[in-house]
């Protein structure tokens, strides 16, 4: 398919598609956010609507799930974080909430890509915080109160929590996309193996679900699990796990769905300043109140739950393993993202050209393709 | 070995070896370059060993090697590529990046190009490419119309074959219903490569054709012919102009090629050819044992067994080509003697003989298992025979993929074939499980692994879910898998897959019922209903929320409704909803319940453009005084109120009413938030009246009142009210 004009006046920061893939938003510099929509059956992209939607650069979109209605949130340098409603498939957007709590321009928002107990919204800005929003009551989606904020790392940041103007910030957020971890859990949870347990295959994969809400944030190069946990009686967000080894700025993390390999662990992948795409491995241990282990030479390896992060004995947690790391980019890699079923990953950076790696039978990943921006690439090896 | 045998080919014949060649240095065929494949690893093949798990891991590890050292994979360009060729650098020194994006379900992305210093401004001109997004497809998964088809009716042959086959059960060989659906499949494959033109495709037949043909063949024909038949299909030798350039001469016979073409005609076995050539050859017969011999030779070719039966009269066929070489020995004529003895070794099987007239390994392995002894068994020891004369081409994934069945190494077949088209290699990985054949597969290392059968058709039905109009077939592969990951991949797409039409909706909630995908089917009802209520359709929606006992969202709705006609007045409602309103027995008690406030305030519309002033107050009247009111709407109703307690008009309200409401409004006035809340909301829809008149009905009592502050709306109210308790004083009621 052609290239199209979106009719921005500015650099594009970021684009997000709806639940369903039928809507695309893009948002600029120039302040506007654009809809198009996918037209069936040419697949191609024609503009729906265009709304003045901030004060200053826009940096990132999040469409809302759609039991929710048509409902796009976007974050901006003007430091405030914007929900805006549809009504009408998409042609006109009416703002109904403005979150400004960030000290900062805000970097990435991200709704939670699950249903269950409300709608909520994750965001992280220049100043380091990550914050958590509920919409408690989905009939009304004007009420917003900020449930969680917390600073991912003071590393690059001022004691102001704001990042050293010397420092070219980035951050990142990603929800786990399932909202549940599975039959891992509920193996440690009851002291049984899964396998043991003699029950029809749907009963299995319902029993195996437990709830539980985690996201992943990026602050300069520190990149944190947080999960919500039962402390003192209430459920609350905590950072829970470290993955280690960035050396460079985390520009971009993508939590990738837990669906393929049947809930036994999950994958979440990074994208660094200094090259590398790494695809994390999180598979469910007791912590045991082990301290973290050293982060082997900067390679494959297995660490455990960071104890500066408090893991009790009792804990459930994540053994943190890399499974997998390219440079093939040579440079800058600034964007990963999952298909839907957590087999494909993307990767896209400085070097303008996407890359695509595939998991093959053994879990591990290995090159699918490369698509590039750069004329005269078709049908070549890439070297 | 045998001493007979041409010692030289023609040129067009692309140059096989002499025997003597047998003995040189490097032998085989070069690599070939394939435009579009990856060099796969470094083949254990030649030693043989029947590789499992080790096999696949061995694939991947050696691309990971592969990909640190040589990273050679398919790369395309997108379309109207933004960065002009050779101009990287200067594209990046504008400090720009590339990003890109997948959506929730297809595969089909977005790429689009980023400033790389976001934060502190970006000086650099932005030229129009900089304003574009690029759409890009993941490599190998999109779907043409042609390629769907093929998913679609692979598909239905695999239903089919479902409800046929009893898997776990013992099968009768004679009662094998595997050659048939192979063969139909088989066919369908090769009717979309021809569609299609895709290399990858056209590579994956001959695998598949490969595989068919090595272990569900036809019981109709020999295992030995089938393989031959695929290698004459794969590299059809002689060409049909090689044959045609020597036989249109005047004497073929005395072509320098003629022994080379009826050698290759046996070789391929194809007997009646070659027989026809030795009689249309002019071959020159001075004595009758030379005439006997032909006449011999055309006899066994004619003969040779094929078919159910082939077997069992190999041996006593094989003897009369043994007899029939010894007997060319007596030939006078040196040339005659030598082509005949040629052929008789090749029809007796003569290793030495076939191998040297061989021009590659499938070759070799063919005419080995052909002519020598057709037992399956033997067919891998076959393979290390002609594999040590003609290396594999392992940069050809289909050569690799073929020397895999052939050495009988399945799995790693099946890995190769994955990288060529997954839906070819999921299906015949299922042929293979059917078969029994990956048994010796499943072990102790696999198994933190799912079925490695099961893998392919996961990866398969990822693309089908992920590409439209083949979702379902991909849910239907998944259903068939061991384990929980294909459920969890339904349940992963499921509220993704978009809901056209109300026919789509059902398929996918009688899905989640089969599988009790409770909260998705949730998920699926909320996303429609919100999908009516953005098409005007509130009835159904309200339907469809009642069927998930989601009351509060209903509660939601039915406020809504109230506001929405407080604020831009009465809109008819749609079919479903007007039946609900005009008939309320109709409605389910879970939406009666909580459409109550809205239908009595459309009740009181109804009277007041009846024109039934007594009957619209006691609607409005009630609704004014419903506990469960929310505060925001209180004023508004309470403007409703203005025109019906007018003195120009005949008393409305009897006294106690008029009494109640006054109360009602000092506990309104009493509670800051909800007066608050209902002053502005009064605000509003005045304010909706003057930014709307032309479209405002002339009987809304907002026509009259539209300049009027909310505060002085209610103040009027009150005044009005106060005024009608004295009327009725003093008009002794």
Redesign the interface.
Known sequence: MNAIATGHEDLIHDIAYDHYGRLLATCSSDQFIKLFTRVVPSAEWTLLSSFKAHDANIFSLSFAPPQYGLLLASCSEDQTVRVHSSIDNGHTFAKIATLSDSGGPVHQVAFAKFGGHGLKLACIGADGVVRVYHAADPADLRQWHLAFEKVVDKDGLLSTGVAARDLQGDFAVDWCPSGTVRASWFTYELGIDMDDVELPRVDRLTIAELAVEQFVASSMSKVVVFRKRLNGGIYEYEPTEELPGHTDIVRDVAWASNASVGGRYELIATACKDGWVRIFKLTTRRMGGVPATEYRNGGAGTVSGNSEIGADEDDLGYEVELLDQFDHHKSEVWKVSWNFSGTVLSSSGDDGRVRFWRAAYTGKFVGLGVASAEQGSNDEMDD | MSGAGPTSFSPSFGGPRPILSTFEGPMGTPAKES??TTKLFTSPLATGRTTTVEG??D???A??E??DE???????????????????RD??DRKR????????????????????????G?QVP?V??????????????AYSDEYTKFVVDSHELYRALSDADQIGEPMDPSENILPKYATTFLEILDAARRRIFDERLSEAYVVCHCLFASYFADPGIMRAEAVMDWLNQYDPRPTTEETRDIMTTPVPYDEPGFWELVQKLALRGLFFQCSNCLKEAGTPCADPESKRALQTATSILETAPKGAKAFEGHRQWRARAIAFGEQCTKLLDARLRRGLIALANILRGDSDTILALSESWQEGTAALFLFHDPAPSRLPEYYQMAVAEFPVDLTVISEAGCAAIIAGDIPKAL?VAERLDVCVAAHIADFCDRQRMLDDFYNIETL???P?RD?LF??HA?NC??N?GTWFIGVAYLKDTE???G???I???I????LDTEATLTELLDLCKE??FD?EA??IV??WS??Q???NQVGSALEWLDSIGNS??I???T?QLLESNLLKGLTLPDAILQRYLVSPHLCPAMIREFIAPYATYFAFKGHLNEGDIVEAAQYLASLIQFGFLPGRFFGALLGELLPLIDRSQPRALPTTELIAIMNSLYQWEKDTRKYTEGIQFLAKSLSATREAAADMAEDDWRVEYGNVSAKEVIKLVRSKLVTEVSRAYLEGV
Not at chain 2, 99 to 109: A, C, E, H, I, M
Not at chain 2, 495 to 498: A, D, E, G, L, S
């Open positions: 435009s579009s696949i891991r694939t991947s590890e691309e990971e592969m990909k040589d990273d050679s994979v398919f790369t395309y360009t997108l379309q109207d590529a933004p960065i002009a060729a050779g101009r990287l594209w990046q990046t590339l990003k890109f994006t997948l959506p929730p379900l297809y595969n089909s992305g977005i790429a689009w190009i980023d400033g790389k210093k976001v934060d502190g970006d932005i129009p490419d900089e304003m574009k997004i690029f759409p890009a497809e993941i490599p190998d998964s890995s933190d692994l799912p490695f893998w996961m990866a990822i879910c992920a439209p384990g929980t990951a459920l969890s991949i349940r992963e797409s509220t993704h897959v978009y599988l009790q909260t949730r998920q909320m996303a919100k999908l209520l953005s098409r509060l969202e509660r939601a709705i406020w």
